[in-house]
Each structure stands twice: as structure tokens, then as C-alpha cells.
């Protein structure tokens, strides 16, 4: 089982930016697949960019495309989720995720992660 700690939500005004951590302990797998979530109040969880995927690949919603940036350091355990031009729709818990494969760009949905972190409030004001 991976241990996984999110840090570095927060408030900030639209158009703003963020950068969030994730760090992993415990059975790490450094080229598994890891992602990121969402939920705001009342909605479902969401997908919202995922790396090491089949072929090396990288993944991110409509969304979020072109505005948040994921990345890995392997030297130290940690998943990043850079998020430029923040809206006010982009509010919510983020979630950082873990699993011990390789995920295919179809397997991006939060039941396919094994391994959750506790969340981290992001909150971006008109």
C-alpha cells in the first residue's frame, strides 16, 4: 500500500497559480501510473491529468488542458500538479492517486487507482 500526502492548496484569485505536491511513502512503484482528482461540492469526483501511462504518456481532461501541467520527481517520491489561469470552476478537493500498473488512456477513472491521498482544498475567487 502507497501513503500519499498532499500539499500546497490554497486561495488565490482568477488567473491565478498553484502548484500542488504529492508525496508518496511506503510501496512505491516509480513507473506506475499516478494521477490527480477533483470534487467540488455536490458533483462527483473528476479526473483531472494522469502520467506514466501506456507508452509514457500523459493525460489531462478537456478542462484542464493547456492550463495545468503534471509532473514527477521519482528521486523524490513526488507528483506535482502545476495549475496555471485558474478559474473559479476549478474549485474543489484535489486528490492525488496512485496505482501499481501502467494505465491505458481509457483506464483514467478514479476505480482503476488503488491508493488515495487525503486532499487538498483549492479555492480560486472571482
Known amino acids: 500500500q502507497v501513503q500519499l500526502v498532499e500539499s500546497g492548496g490554497g486561495l488565490v484569485q482568477a488567473g491565478g497559480s498553484l502548484r500542488l505536491s504529492c508525496t508518496a511513502s511506503?510501496?512505491?512503484?516509480?513507473?506506475?501510473?499516478m494521477g490527480w482528482f477533483r470534487q467540488a461540492p455536490g458533483k462527483e469526483r473528476e479526473f483531472v491529468a494522469a502520467?506514466?501511462?501506456?507508452?509514457?504518456?500523459?493525460s489531462y481532461s478537456d478542462s484542464v488542458k493547456g492550463r495545468f501541467t503534471i509532473a514527477r520527481d521519482n528521486s523524490k517520491n513526488t507528483l506535482y500538479l502545476q495549475m496555471n489561469s485558474l478559474k473559479p470552476e476549478d474549485t474543489a478537493v484535489y486528490y492525488c492517486?496512485?496505482?501499481?500498473?501502467?494505465?491505458?488512456?481509457?483506464?483514467?477513472?478514479?476505480?482503476?487507482?488503488?491508493?488515495w491521498g487525503q486532499g487538498t482544498q483549492v479555492t480560486v475567487s472571482s
Open positions: 492517486a496512485a496505482t501499481n500498473r501502467i494505465l491505458t488512456y481509457s483506464e483514467c477513472q478514479a476505480k482503476f487507482f488503488d491508493s
Open positions: 511506503g510501496r512505491t512503484f516509480s513507473r506506475a501510473s
Open positions: 502520467i506514466n501511462l501506456i507508452a509514457a504518456g500523459t
